[in-house]
């Protein structure tokens, strides 16, 4: 079983910055792609960014384009989220996952692998 463990989440002003970590540990599979998803109140979880094994591609919900990259350092079996530029609307729990499927994979289903969640709270 693979264990996904999410940090870095808080309380932060509009325009502020944080930064997400997901370790994994126990039973590693293959070259996992891992996606950072996101769940606000009432609303559906949606996939906010992925990144392949390699780092060699990425993929950013149109909503934190060029606010927030995602990152990976397989050595540490750690993946991070940088959020900059924070909006109140990015208020959610943030979660991190991990793929089998090779590429930048879509879709909840997906992932086979969840963390916990941690929850970012960004006010106005």
């Known amino acids: 079983q693979v264990q996904l463990v999410e940090s870095g989440g808080g309380l932060v002003q509009a325009g502020g910055s944080l930064r997400l970590s997901c370790a994994a540990s126990g039973r590693t599979f293959s070259r996992p792609a891992m996606g950072w998803f996101r769940q606000a109140p009432g609303k559906e979880r949606e996939q906010v960014a992925a990144?392949?094994?390699?780092?060699?591609?990425?993929y950013y919900a149109d909503s934190v384009k060029g606010r927030f990259t995602i990152s990976r350092d397989n050595a540490k079996n750690t993946v991070y989220l940088q959020m900059n530029t924070l909006k109140p609307e990015d208020t959610a729990v943030y979660y991190c996952?991990?793929?089998?499927?090779?590429?930048?994979?879509?879709?909840?289903?997906?992932?086979?692998?969840w963390g916990q969640g941690t929850q970012v709270t960004v006010s106005s």
């Open positions: 990144i392949s094994w390699s780092g060699g591609s990425t």
């Open positions: 996952a991990a793929s089998t499927l090779l590429g930048v994979p879509r879709e909840r289903s997906n992932y086979l692998y």
